[in-house]
């Protein structure tokens, strides 16, 4: 188990930008996948970005392509979802997420192994 632990969230206008956070506490984060994971009141949580841990390579939902980029800093053990032109449909609580081995936009709610608390994303229109 890796705990995450998020941070960034808040309120922001429609065309806004925020970035989000997630520190790991294990040191075999380098070996873990990561990614974000969102849910709007009354709506399922849903895939939102990916980042492998061997190649770095990113995986994200087609409405935020262009828009968020996901990285990840193995050193600092954390995570980050720059989330840029912002629409009010972004609105949600964002989890932090991690699993050994690979993840790709496949990743699904049920294969996610550690959650983070989750932040809320609030845009206003």
């Known amino acids: 188990q890796v705990q995450l632990v998020e941070s960034g969230g808040g309120l922001v206008q429609a065309g806004g930008s925020l970035r989000l956070s997630c520190a790991a506490s294990?040191?075999?984060?380098?070996?873990?996948?990561m990614g974000w994971f969102r849910q709007a009141p009354g709506k399922e949580r849903e895939f939102v970005a990916a980042?492998?841990?061997?190649?770095?390579?990113?995986y994200y939902k087609d409405s935020v392509k262009g828009r968020f980029t996901i990285s990840r800093d193995n050193a600092k053990n954390t995570v980050y979802l720059q989330m840029d032109s912002l629409k009010p449909e972004d609105t949600a609580v964002y989890y932090c997420?991690?699993?050994?081995?690979?993840?790709?936009?496949?990743?699904?709610?049920?294969?996610?192994?550690?959650w983070g608390q989750g932040t809320q994303v609030t845009v206003s229109s």
């Open positions: 997420a991690a699993r050994p081995g690979r993840v790709g936009t496949d990743w699904a709610p049920s294969q996610v192994g550690s």
């Open positions: 980042i492998n841990w061997y190649d770095f390579s990113t």
């Open positions: 294990r040191r075999a984060f380098s070996a873990y996948g």
